[in-house]
């Protein structure tokens, strides 16, 4: 029989897909001890279309209706979690892009015993992410899944695709009431948010067959301001230092523009002085528990010098040529310039600066093999394991 399991579905005006997605289902895990719950927030007749199958499948199938979607797609999976009869749950679509012959695989790797999540990816060996559709799309979803894995650099290392909306949670190592999801990216909401143990399994993502995606500009920028809320409360102190040091940066160009220095000799001036300060205050501030597992002091000092003079030798022209073209002021330019730049130390000093040094070795894992994602760091500090809100 195997382990006793409850498929989670959301659905949005999926009727046409109903069927299709219990037949598969029941075909994929026959002789298994499953339940399909669906969550549905349709305006349409979509819960009828699922109480209409259930009444002949080959499974136990249920239907929750929820006349308000609170949480959007995040809030029915965490409604889903509370309402299964099982503790493993596996959250998937409805549209079928999620093929639910991979269902086994998701339950066999679960039943390894060495992971309380196993999510299905479409960036490790044997995944395909071709039901993406165009490259602009692949492009955001590659994006944003780098971005998000550098913000949680601890809670995403084992993860190459936390985006996923297919995956295998055991509830019992869940805080149901702790989980605020906004969106569509609950398994990102569930990672960063609790200390699992996480494995993957390949994907072949498919094709939409029917109903249109929820992808949207208003999704996108619900999961920047979601991101924005786990994570930037854990990364506040780097934007404080940061902060600091471009008002250090921005003083010490005024003193030396003022005392007749030129504008560019004064930035440069300026812009070492605040490197080496903002070194210091990461180290002892926002990175000082991983210093023991990262390399030395003198190879994370070169490589954070050597990174922010290249910004810094990058982003002084662009400054001149604002000041030259746009005839605005050299103080205003440069702050401009350092916002920009304050993203690019971020994600520098989270994937490079701080990486772990290399043990052995070692195993074999499921991640790719050479690639930096096996590189990332191990921590950004020890907030960075309890993301916080804003």
């Known amino acids: ?22 037949a598969r289902t029941s075909a994929a895990l026959r002789g298994h001890d499953v339940e399909i ?3 549905d927030d349709s305006t349409d007749d979509t819960a ?3 109480a209409r199958i259930a009444a002949d499948a080959p499974l136990p199938v249920r239907v929750l209706h929820r006349a308000e979607n609170a949480g959007g797609l995040g809030g029915a999976v965490v409604l889903g979690l509370a ?8 959250v998937m679509d409805g549209d079928l892009q999620h093929p639910p012959e991979l269902l086994p695989a998701l339950l066999a790797r679960y039943e390894q015993g060495d992971a309380d999540v196993v999510a299905a990816s479409r960036y490790i060996g044997g995944g395909n992410r071709s039901g993406l559709g165009t490259a602009l799309r692949f492009g955001v979803s590659r994006a944003a899944t780098w971005l998000t894995r550098a913000m949680f650099p601890l809670r995403l290392a084992r993860s190459t695709d936390p985006m996923t909306g ?10 149901l009431e702790a989980l605020r999801p906004q969106g569509f990216k609950i398994l990102l909401e569930i990672l960063a948010r609790t200390d699992l143990r996480a494995a993957e399994v390949p994907m072949e993502f498919g094709e939409r067959r029917h109903g249109t995606s929820k992808a949207s500009l208003r999704q996108g920028w ?3 301001a ?16 940061g902060l600091l040091g471009a008002v250090a940066n921005l003083a010490i160009m005024w003193v030396l523009t003022a005392a007749g220095v030129p504008y560019v000799w004064a930035a440069i001036i300026g812009a070492e002085v605040t490197i080496v300060g903002n070194f210091l205050l990461q180290e002892r501030f926002v990175f000082a528990d991983m210093r023991t597992d990262a390399r030395g002091p003198a190879v994370r000092f070169a490589a954070s010098f050597a990174f922010n003079n290249v910004e810094a ?3 002084i022209p662009v400054m001149a040529l604002m000041v030259e073209t746009w005839h605005i002021s050299s103080v205003l330019a440069t702050g401009l310039s350092l916002v920009v730049a304050f993203f690019a130390r971020f994600l520098f000093h989270s994937l490079v600066v701080y990486a772990p040094r290399r043990r052995g070795a070692g195993p074999r894992t499921e991640l790719p093999t050479d690639t930096a994602a096996q590189r990332i760091i191990r921590a950004i500090d020890e907030e960075a394991m309890r993301p916080g809100e804003l």
């Open 166 to 175: 297919f995956f295998l949670v055991d509830r019992r190592r869940l805080d």
């Open 222 to 224: 619900t999961f920047l």
């Open 48 to 50: 009828e279309e699922i």
């Open 1 to 22: 029989m195997g382990t006793t399991a409850t498929i989670i579905v959301p659905t949005f005006n999926e009727r046409d897909n109903v069927a299709e997605l219990v």
């Open 83 to 90: 309402a299964a009869a099982n503790d493993v749950c596996i």
């Open 37 to 39: 719950l669906f969550i």
């Open 313 to 315: 030798a990058l982003r």
């Open 226 to 241: 979601h991101l924005a809320r786990l994570r930037f409360g854990k990364m506040s102190l780097f934007a404080m230092i």
